[in-house]
């Protein structure tokens, strides 16, 4: 398994950055690949994998008085299209070495987003789909002020990379992994709230809504929301898109 490429999302990211880097990635995410093949196979064709069931469901099952709004516009669209996954239900690791108050947090937060998404627990990290890492995090400077923040809450990353399907099989598929660093010293309530929040960058929500009414709204607020109607719009619009990752690679 050769890892080629990673990137970052945090929750202090500014949107303007995220843009401007996200330019970049999508030359830097098709030239890495190409070099790491030497030119014997190139990337698969964007396809658009199914819609998990569960997720179909959660937004039929919607209040229409609410509204239809989404925040799609505001979700990356990556060298490799969509971060989204297409087998189910994708497996997510707790870091053992986190104490309870931490794991109970996270466990809390999977378990709020295995409503509407198809999350499994599973005690492999070495081959879960995402990891959630117990982390201090080392602080990085505001990129608009310069200074330095007083605590760094939660860091998402993703690696793609080339995956054999089965060992007596020769198909290999663009694959992705999820890592969440989430730093535990946090209040309770916070801390689930950021975990809902990094949850939602892994299953595919790479990026952040502007209403502070969202849990992929950019910053903490001071009253923790819940997962909203238009997360979950967002989320099956993303769906929705087509993506390399999952599909075959073409020798």
Same mark, same amino acid.
């Given at each position: 398994?050769?890892?080629? #490429?990673?990137?970052?999302?945090?929750?202090?990211?500014?949107?303007?950055?995220?843009?401007?880097?996200?330019?970049?990635?999508? #030359? *830097?995410?098709?030239?890495?690949?190409?070099?790491?093949?030497?030119?014997?196979?190139?990337?698969?064709?964007?396809?658009? /994998?199914?819609?998990?069931?569960? $997720?179909?469901?959660?937004?039929?099952?919607?209040?229409?008085?609410?509204?239809?709004?989404?925040?799609?516009?505001?979700?990356?669209?990556?060298?490799?299209?969509?971060?989204?996954?297409?087998?189910?239900?994708?497996?997510?690791?707790?870091?053992?070495?986190? @104490?309870?108050?931490?794991?109970?947090?996270?466990?809390?937060?999977?378990?709020?987003?295995?409503?509407?998404?198809?999350?499994?627990?599973?005690?492999?990290? !070495?081959?879960?789909?995402?990891?959630?890492? @117990?982390?201090? $995090?080392?602080?990085?400077?505001?990129?608009?002020?310069?200074?330095?923040?007083?605590?760094? @809450?939660? !860091?998402?990353?993703?690696?793609?990379?080339?995956?054999? *399907? @089965?060992?007596?099989?020769?198909?290999?598929?663009?694959? /992705?992994?999820?890592?969440?660093?989430?730093?535990?010293?946090?209040?309770?309530?916070?801390?689930?709230?950021?975990?809902? /929040?990094?949850?939602? /960058?892994?299953?595919?929500?790479?990026?952040?809504?502007?209403?502070?009414?969202?849990?992929?709204? #950019?910053?903490?607020?001071?009253?923790?929301?819940?997962?909203?109607?238009?997360?979950?719009?967002?989320?099956?619009?993303?769906?929705?898109?087509?993506?390399?990752?999952?599909?075959?690679?073409?020798?």
């Amino acid at each position: 398994m050769a890892r080629w #490429f990673k990137a970052r999302s945090t929750i202090q990211v500014r949107r303007l950055m995220g843009r401007l880097l996200g330019m970049a990635i999508v #030359f *830097v995410c098709v030239l890495a690949v190409t070099l790491q093949m030497g030119w014997a196979q190139s990337l698969p064709t964007s396809q658009v /994998h199914p819609i998990p069931a569960i $997720l179909i469901q959660a937004v039929q099952r919607l209040d229409p008085a609410v509204g239809p709004g989404d925040y799609f516009d505001a979700i990356e669209r990556k060298g490799v299209g969509y971060l989204i996954w297409s087998k189910f239900p994708v497996t997510v690791a707790i870091d053992e070495l986190g @104490s309870d108050r931490w794991k109970l947090q996270v466990t809390t937060a999977v378990v709020e987003w295995q409503r509407y998404f198809p999350l499994k627990i599973v005690s492999t990290p !070495e081959t879960a789909d995402i990891r959630i890492q @117990s982390k201090r $995090l080392a602080l990085k400077p505001d990129p608009k002020t310069g200074k330095l923040p007083r605590f760094r @809450s939660a !860091e998402t990353h993703y690696d793609v990379f080339v995956n054999k *399907v @089965s060992d007596d099989s020769d198909t290999k598929h663009l694959s /992705h992994r999820m890592t969440i660093d989430l730093a535990s010293g946090q209040a309770d309530g916070v801390m689930l709230s950021v975990a809902r /929040h990094e949850i939602g /960058h892994a299953i595919g929500l790479w990026g952040h809504s502007p209403n502070p009414d969202d849990i992929m709204y #950019f910053s903490q607020v001071s009253k923790s929301p819940l997962i909203s109607s238009r997360d979950l719009r967002t989320l099956h619009r993303v769906y929705g898109q087509p993506t390399r990752l999952g599909w075959a690679i073409t020798p």
